[in-house]
């Protein structure tokens, strides 16, 4: 299993909330800090480079703080495909990083918008009874995590109704954004959606962690336009853990 933290930032966070646009082509670049009672846990880097139709969405994270005593981990991460009116169509999806002495790859590789590859190095231990399978239907129609909140909204309104398909390679998970309530807003002139984790495979019957976030995690994520082809992108989050609420936070690079 992938360091969880790192996998949520990605999950949520990949892009800019503001950029340049060099001829039909636009750039956006965001750094993201994630930070547990106000101690830095967490940091990433992301650019995203779209197009009238294609887009490629890279970025590094990296352990921060104390937490780099503990857990010192580094990563990169990049998304690629095509863009056509409100289609997003992934090509090809590559983690890779190095926990400790630990180093894992991930590739997903994909053809008219549907998974045909998955390679994950060094190849996972064979799975326990406990293990939930993932299917050739539970695969129909995912996105990896990058590509699937690139996912155009016809509104604002629409940008917390929308339900996301996501595989990383090893868990199928759906992650279904509603409106937040009026108290729950982060920010006024953002939009909050709540977010419910729903896994459907990929992961171990049981496991505490999947269960807490599944039943009783309080996930907001907190959304503004980029550019202007009907894209958000997510900058601020809060993240119910077991042992606290991890925030995290973006800011434009320039």
């Known amino acids: 299993m992938r360091p969880a933290g790192y996998c949520l930032v990605v999950a949520i ?97 994909f053809s008219k918008g549907q998974i045909t590859e998955t390679v994950i190095t060094p190849k996972p231990k064979k799975r326990g009874k406990d293990w939930v399978a993932v299917s050739k239907k539970d695969l129909a129609g995912a996105l990896d995590p990058l590509s699937a909140l690139l996912s155009p909204a016809a509104s604002a309104a629409d940008v917390c109704n929308r339900r996301f398909k996501v595989f990383d390679g090893e868990m199928r998970a759906d992650i279904v954004f509603s409106p937040a309530a009026r108290g729950e807003w982060i920010g006024t002139d953002l939009i909050t959606c709540r977010a419910k984790f729903i896994p459907v495979s990929g992961y171990r019957k049981g496991r505490s962690t999947i269960a807490f976030l599944r039943d009783k995690a309080r996930l907001l994520v907190a959304f503004r336009p980029l550019g202007a082809r009907g894209h958000h992108t997510p900058v601020e989050a809060r993240i119910g853990t077991k042992v606290g609420t991890v925030h995290i936070r973006g800011r434009p690079v320039d």
């Open 13 to 109: 966070g990949f892009c800019a909330a503001s950029g340049t646009a060099l001829a039909e082509t636009e750039t956006h670049r965001l750094r993201y800090d994630a930070f547990l009672y106000g101690i830095p846990i967490g940091k990433a880097d992301f650019t995203s480079r779209l197009d009238e139709s294609r887009f490629e969405v890279s970025g590094r994270f990296a352990s921060a703080g104390i937490a780099r005593l503990f857990d010192k981990t580094d990563g990169t991460v990049i998304s690629k495909g095509r863009l056509s009116g409100d289609a997003v169509t992934p090509s090809s999806y590559e983690l890779a990083y190095l926990s400790g002495k630990k180093r894992e790859a991930t590739t997903i590789r």
